[in-house]
């Protein structure tokens, strides 16, 4: 059970009114998972939601990547909610039900495709051990660029915070769905 009430538009002050608005006239579809713990502080949900905006829909990261990201991150604190929503959407993006089986049960996947295990080893390095090796690094730069690694650590980032965010607060799915995981 969420820690914090699932406000109705008519319960918001004018402030969270307006972050309710700013939030829906993006890409985002509905209200859900950590928006509800942004109504909080408005101001911080303003500029949270427009970082998520941005970490999710517009960095040079394929859709499948990027969700590739998210969901190591979403295993990696046990995020039910951002699991649930993110591990869907990833295999609509092209990720194979095997790579996910494989995320959920924390293990490596065998991947198919290159690209993928690079962002599978360069989000589990800064995850787990907090630092990326040099011939990792080196490899991801030739391959990605400056760039799109920095967009990668900002996908990291934000999914990281949403993340503790979801888990401080034990937001669940709106149906009350919860994750039960190996560990």
């Not at 990261?61 to 969901?71: D, G, M, N, T, V």
């Not at 991947?111 to 787990?128: K, P, Q, R, V």
Request: hydrophobic residues 40%; aromatic residues 10%.
């Amino acid at each position: 059970m969420s820690r914090l009430p699932h406000l109705s538009y008519d319960e918001m002050t004018k402030e969270q009114q307006s972050l309710h608005d700013e939030i829906l006239v993006g890409p985002r579809k509905r209200i859900a998972g950590p928006m509800h713990a942004w109504f909080l502080n408005p101001e911080y949900g303003s500029l949270i939601q427009k970082v998520g905006a941005f970490c999710r829909y517009n960095t040079s990261l394929p859709p499948r990547l990027s969700e590739l990201a998210i969901i190591i991150v979403a295993r990696f604190w046990q995020a039910d909610v951002e699991w649930i929503a993110h591990s869907k959407i990833a295999m609509e993006n092209g990720i194979s039900q095997e790579v996910v089986d494989s995320i959920e049960i924390n293990q490596r996947p065998d991947f198919e495709e290159a690209d993928e295990a690079l962002i599978f080893d360069l989000t589990a390095s800064i995850l787990e051990t907090k630092r990326v090796p040099d011939d990792l690094f080196q490899k991801a730069k030739d391959e990605m660029g400056d760039k799109t690694l920095l967009e990668l650590t900002g996908i990291i980032g934000y999914y990281c915070n949403i993340a503790v965010q979801l888990n401080f607060f034990e937001i669940a799915e709106e149906d009350g769905r919860t994750k039960k995981w190996a560990d």
